[in-house]
C-alpha cells in the first residue's frame, strides 16, 4: 500500500474509514440543505439568521469543553460515539419530518443547531481522539489527513447532490437520506474490535484537576499557543462557508444546485491539500503558517472575481489552503500532545477552531446583509493575513529566525541552529520546537490498535509531560517543563511543538 493511504493497512481504521465516509457524505448533504432553508425557505434571504444559525450550531464547542475533553479521556470513546451519532440520527430525522409536513419555523432551526452543537461538542473530541486508538500514535498524522480526505471527497459529492435533491425531492427529504447514512458509521463502530484500555487509577481525579491540566499543558506550549490564536482567527472569520457561499450564489443570481456546485468545487482543492498532507512524514508548524497565509492571499483575489465561474475556481485554491492548514494543525496537536491529556487538548482545539464561528459568523453574516456579499472574503482575507503576520512574528521574535546572504544562495539560521556553519545532525531543536517535543523516533511510541504507550516506555524519548506534573500548582505560573532526555536546557519556557464528521476535517 503506498505511503499516503498507509492507515489503511490497519483493519478497524479501514472500517472506519469508509463507514465515515459514507456518513460524511450525508452530513455534507444536510449542511448544504441547511443552511439554503434558513436563507430561501424560512427568511427573504437573511444572511444574519445563516450566521445566527452556524452560531448557535458551533457555540457549544467553546462551553463545553470542561466536559467534552475529560469524556474522550475518560471513557471508551468507541462507545461515546455510538451515543453521539445515534443522538445526530434521531435529531437529523426530526427535523427532517417537521421539514416534509411543512411545520418548520426559524426557531425549530435554531433550536435543531444548538442542540447539534452540543452533541457534537462531545463526538468532535471523541472522534478525533478515537484516531489514534485506531492506529497508533505512528500513524496518526497519516490519519488524520486521511480523515479530511474522506470528509473533502464527501465533501465534492453531498452538495451537489443536495442541491439537486432540493430542486427534486425537497429540503425535508435530504434530512431523512442523512439520518439513514448514520447506519454506515453505526455499523463500522460495532464491527470496530479496538477496546481503548480504562485510564490508571492515578488519572482519574477531579473534573476541576482534568481541566487545569490541560490548560497548564497548553500554557507551557508557546508554539500550541500561537497555533490557537492562528486557528481562532481563521474559524471565526474565514471559515463561515455557508454564509459566503450562499450569499455569492444569490449575488451571481443563482440557484441552488450551484450553491451545492460551489461547496463541491472548494472540496476540490480540500481534497487535494489533504491528499497531499498524507503523503509527509509528520505535522510541521511552517505549514500551518504558509497556509494561513495563502487563505488571506486567496480570499483576496476571490473577493475580486467578475464571474461566477472565476469565483469557483479560485475556491479550489482557497479550500486547498483550508484543508492544508486544518489537516496539519490537526496531526499536529495528536502527535506531539502528552497522551494524558490528549483529549483535553483536543477538545482546546476544537473549542477553538469552531467556538470562534459564534462570534464571526454573525458579524459576517450582517456585513453581507448591509456591505454585500464580497465583503464576507475581504474579511477573510484580512483575518487570514493577520494569522500569518502572528506567526511569523513567533518565528523571528522567540524562535530567532534570520535570513543571511551568502553570494546567490539565501542561507537560515534560528535557535536551534544559530550558527551558519552548525552541524545541522547535532542541532537539539529544529526551526519551530525541540526534536523531543515533536516525538520524532526511529521507534515509534505506539503500535498499531493501542490506545496508549505502555507506562513509561515513551517518556524519556520525547519529552512527554506527567500528568503529575501538569497537576502540581506552579508557583511561578510558568507551565509544564518538558524533561526529555534530548531536551535543551532553554526548552524551559516551554516552546514545543504540537499541533470537525459533523462535519469535521
Known amino acids: 500500500?503506498?505511503?499516503?493511504?498507509?492507515?489503511?493497512?490497519?483493519?478497524?481504521?479501514?472500517?472506519?474509514?469508509?463507514?465515515?465516509?459514507?456518513?460524511?457524505?450525508?452530513?455534507?448533504?444536510?449542511?448544504?440543505?441547511?443552511?439554503?432553508?434558513?436563507?430561501?425557505?424560512?427568511?427573504?434571504?437573511?444572511?444574519?439568521?445563516?450566521?445566527?444559525?452556524?452560531?448557535?450550531?458551533f457555540g457549544p464547542q467553546l462551553l463545553l469543553v470542561p466536559?467534552?475533553?475529560?469524556?474522550?479521556?475518560?471513557?471508551?470513546?468507541?462507545?461515546?460515539?455510538?451515543?453521539?451519532?445515534?443522538?445526530?440520527?434521531?435529531?437529523?430525522?426530526?427535523?427532517?419530518?417537521?421539514?416534509?409536513?411543512?411545520?418548520?419555523?426559524?426557531?425549530?432551526?435554531?433550536?435543531?443547531?444548538?442542540?447539534?452543537?452540543?452533541?457534537?461538542?462531545?463526538?468532535?473530541?471523541?472522534?478525533?481522539?478515537?484516531?489514534?486508538?485506531?492506529?497508533?500514535?505512528?500513524?496518526?498524522?497519516?490519519?488524520?489527513?486521511?480523515?479530511?480526505?474522506?470528509?473533502?471527497?464527501?465533501?465534492?459529492?453531498?452538495?451537489?447532490?443536495?442541491?439537486?435533491?432540493?430542486?427534486?425531492?425537497?429540503?425535508?427529504?435530504?434530512?431523512?437520506?442523512?439520518?439513514v447514512s448514520f447506519v454506515a458509521v453505526l455499523g463500522a463502530l460495532l464491527?470496530?474490535?479496538?477496546?481503548?484500555?480504562?485510564?490508571?487509577?492515578?488519572?482519574?481525579?477531579?473534573?476541576?484537576?482534568?481541566?487545569?491540566?490541560?490548560?497548564?499543558?497548553?500554557?507551557?506550549?508557546?508554539?500550541?499557543?500561537?497555533?490557537?490564536?492562528?486557528?481562532?482567527?481563521?474559524?471565526?472569520?474565514?471559515m463561515n462557508f455557508p454564509v459566503i457561499s450562499s450569499t455569492m450564489s444569490l449575488e451571481f443570481g443563482r440557484g441552488a444546485s450551484d450553491y451545492g456546485l460551489l461547496s463541491s468545487v472548494l472540496a476540490i482543492g480540500s481534497l487535494a491539500g489533504a491528499l497531499l498532507s498524507a503523503r509527509r512524514p509528520s505535522a510541521r508548524m511552517r505549514i500551518v503558517i504558509a497556509s494561513v497565509g495563502g487563505i488571506g492571499v486567496m480570499s483576496l483575489i476571490a473577493a475580486v472575481m467578475p464571474t461566477f465561474w472565476s469565483f469557483a475556481v479560485t475556491l479550489v485554491f482557497f479550500g486547498f489552503a483550508i484543508s492544508t492548514m486544518l489537516t496539519t494543525a490537526n496531526g499536529f496537536v495528536q502527535t506531539t500532545a502528552e497522551p494524558a491529556v490528549r483529549g483535553r487538548v483536543l477538545a482546546l482545539y476544537m473549542a477553538i477552531l469552531m467556538?470562534?464561528?459564534?462570534?464571526?459568523?454573525?458579524?459576517?453574516?450582517?456585513?453581507?446583509?448591509?456591505?454585500?456579499?464580497?465583503?464576507?472574503?475581504?474579511?477573510?482575507?484580512?483575518?487570514?493575513?493577520?494569522?500569518?503576520?502572528?506567526?511569523?512574528?513567533?518565528l523571528f521574535s522567540e524562535r530567532r529566525l534570520r535570513f543571511h546572504r551568502d553570494g546567490l544562495?539565501?542561507?537560515?539560521?534560528?535557535?536551534?541552529?544559530?550558527?551558519?556553519?552548525?552541524?545541522?545532525?547535532?542541532?537539539?531543536?529544529?526551526?519551530?520546537?525541540?526534536?523531543?517535543?515533536l516525538r520524532r523516533s526511529s521507534t515509534p511510541v505506539m503500535g498499531a490498535g493501542e490506545s496508549a504507550p505502555q507506562e513509561g516506555s515513551s517518556t524519556s524519548a520525547t519529552g512527554a509531560i506527567s500528568i503529575n506534573d501538569l497537576t502540581e500548582d506552579s508557583e511561578g505560573g510558568d507551565g509544564p517543563t518538558p524533561r526529555g532526555r534530548n531536551s535543551p536546557e532553554d526548552d524551559a519556557d516551554g516552546n514545543g511543538r504540537a499541533s470537525g464528521r459533523r462535519p469535521s476535517v
Open 409 to 437: 544562495q539565501l542561507r537560515v539560521t534560528h535557535r536551534g541552529r544559530p550558527g551558519l556553519d552548525d552541524d545541522p545532525g547535532a542541532q537539539l531543536e529544529t526551526l519551530t520546537a525541540p526534536i523531543s517535543v
Open 191 to 238: 464491527m470496530i474490535r479496538t477496546r481503548r484500555s480504562a485510564p490508571p487509577e492515578s488519572a482519574r481525579e477531579s473534573q476541576w484537576r482534568q481541566l487545569s491540566a490541560g490548560f497548564r499543558y497548553v500554557r507551557g506550549r508557546h508554539d500550541l499557543l500561537v497555533i490557537f490564536v492562528m486557528v481562532f482567527l481563521v474559524g471565526a472569520f474565514s
Open 67 to 179: 466536559f467534552s475533553g475529560a469524556v474522550a479521556d475518560r471513557f471508551d470513546r468507541r462507545r461515546v460515539l455510538l451515543v453521539t451519532q445515534s443522538l445526530l440520527m434521531l435529531l437529523a430525522a426530526g427535523l427532517g419530518v417537521l421539514l416534509i409536513t411543512g411545520q418548520a419555523e426559524l426557531w425549530h432551526l435554531y433550536g435543531f443547531a444548538l442542540a447539534l452543537g452540543v452533541v457534537n461538542a462531545f463526538d468532535t473530541t471523541a472522534r478525533q481522539a478515537f484516531v489514534s486508538d485506531l492506529v497508533g500514535l505512528g500513524q496518526t498524522s497519516n490519519a488524520v489527513a486521511l480523515n479530511s480526505a474522506s470528509f473533502n471527497s464527501a465533501r465534492l459529492i453531498g452538495p451537489a447532490v443536495a442541491g439537486v435533491l432540493i430542486a427534486v425531492i425537497g429540503s425535508g427529504w435530504v434530512f431523512i437520506i442523512n439520518a
Open 1 to 57: 500500500m503506498s505511503n499516503t493511504f498507509r492507515s489503511l493497512s490497519v483493519r478497524d481504521y479501514r472500517i472506519w474509514f469508509f463507514g465515515a465516509l459514507v456518513s460524511n457524505i450525508g452530513a455534507w448533504m444536510q449542511a448544504t440543505t441547511q443552511s439554503w432553508v434558513v436563507l430561501t425557505e424560512l427568511t427573504e434571504t437573511n444572511a444574519a439568521a445563516v450566521g445566527t444559525t452556524m452560531a448557535l450550531q
Open 355 to 394: 467556538g470562534g464561528t459564534p462570534i464571526g459568523a454573525p458579524l459576517v453574516g450582517a456585513a453581507a446583509d448591509v456591505l454585500g456579499p464580497r465583503s464576507t472574503l475581504f474579511i477573510s482575507a484580512a483575518a487570514g493575513l493577520l494569522a500569518f503576520a502572528v506567526g511569523l512574528t513567533w
